[in-house]
């Protein structure tokens, strides 16, 4: 009777799963393996959002594989210490894992490799997990990566998406190997009070709903902050609850212009993967840097994360980010802006709390995106700065989105809710709101100085 492990990692789903797939044809029991990684804790990635998702996540493919006669088997500690464990006692013979796009899972690939040989089990890496597209597949002519998002758009496009496999019918797992309990997501402190719920069948249900009552008017309300008309689909595709190739794929089928504006955002996604794979330091350090010398100002930092900056859209975007665990992108776009640009805070820092809440944090995404709003990414304006009033007056024109989440502005009507301080006196006696923590202009002509353009 042969056996395969298949490691389980960022693809916690039972559709379009290649590496499940490779090994129920090449095997007669197949042992499904999370390993809950204290590499991944000891990275300071363990955030209590993300556990709590990770803890649906499990379940979901718990229950999803019990439906087909089998079962999820959970071990806690080094990972590949926990392979080869689970591959003595179960006498496995081939191992199957999904490529991973960061420096954490080339190393732990790696690793792997070396710790198999030596029990004579082959290791099976599987391609176009994470992505639609593999990472390092398209390419400019000479180069790893590509450093602009339109060329690569173009090449993505054509490359096309592979065929997307279906849910096994049947998995077969040996009786020799136990699991652990499964985590509890009611067993993590900490977690934002609105936080979405996790696994494939959510994921699913979600996606049909997408594509059936919302994706149509995406080209119109992406950016609109209170009409909150996006997909929410990012900690699903974080997690591989969701195949990216399917999304992509069904999202072409089903066509249009909001369709086709879906793909783009989510090829900016497959975008930034191919840089962090070409690029792992820029997880961390700067992609392209600008001779910065950031400035440290704890209390303007802690009113930023808190919300409490005195510029209502900024503040509104902070608090959605606490209490839901998610942030809209304009919304993203725009409180990083602020801190790494109108108050000049290093992007790491900012990088570090979103991913301390975020339930979609994602080393590639968050990391890439705060650089390239912070200019030392690949954006090709680095020095463009975003107004946090105009940004307020576009895209949150009715204020609703500002009175939805700084409710002691809820008073102020319209508009003027942005501005707060421009309310008559009395009235700005009553509510219990902070005074702006920068003059903007002050903010801009120190940023524009320090990036020496003035
Ligand atoms: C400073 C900053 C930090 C960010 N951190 C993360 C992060 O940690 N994880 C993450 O998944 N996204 C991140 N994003 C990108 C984007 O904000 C989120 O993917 C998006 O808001 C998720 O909501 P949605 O699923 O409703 O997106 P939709 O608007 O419905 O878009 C569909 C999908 O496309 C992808 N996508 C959309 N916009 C972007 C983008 N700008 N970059 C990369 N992918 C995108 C996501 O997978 C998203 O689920 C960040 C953006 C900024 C500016």
New binding site residues.
Partial sequence: MSVAVVLFTSDLRLYDQPALGAALRGADEVVPLFVRDRGVAEAGFDAPNRRAFLADCLASLDAGLRERGGRLVVRTGEVVEEVCRVVARCGATQVHVAAGVSGYAAHREERLRAALAGDRCALHVHDAVVTAVPPGRVTPAGKDHFAVFTPFLRKWEAAGVRDTGKAPRAVRVPDTVDSEPLPSRAAVAGTSPALARGGEHEARKRLRGWLANGVEAYGEG?DDLSGDA?????PY??FGCLSAAETVRRAREKGGPGADA?VR??A??EF?YQVLAARPAASWTDYRARGDRWRTDEREIAAWREGRTGYPVVDAAMRQLRHEGWM??RG??LT?SFLAKTLYVDWRVGARH?LDL?V???IA??QL??QW?AGTGTDTRPNRLLNPLTQARRFDPSGDYVRRWVPELAGLAGAAVHQPWTAPGPDRARFDYPDPVVDLAEGRARFERARGLL
Avoid: I, M, P
């Fill in positions: 992406q996006t997909s929410r689909l990012s595709l974080h879906f955002q989510l900016w996604r930034h809209h992108n993203r776009l990083a979103f975020l979609d944090g994602d995404n968050n995106n705060w709003v």
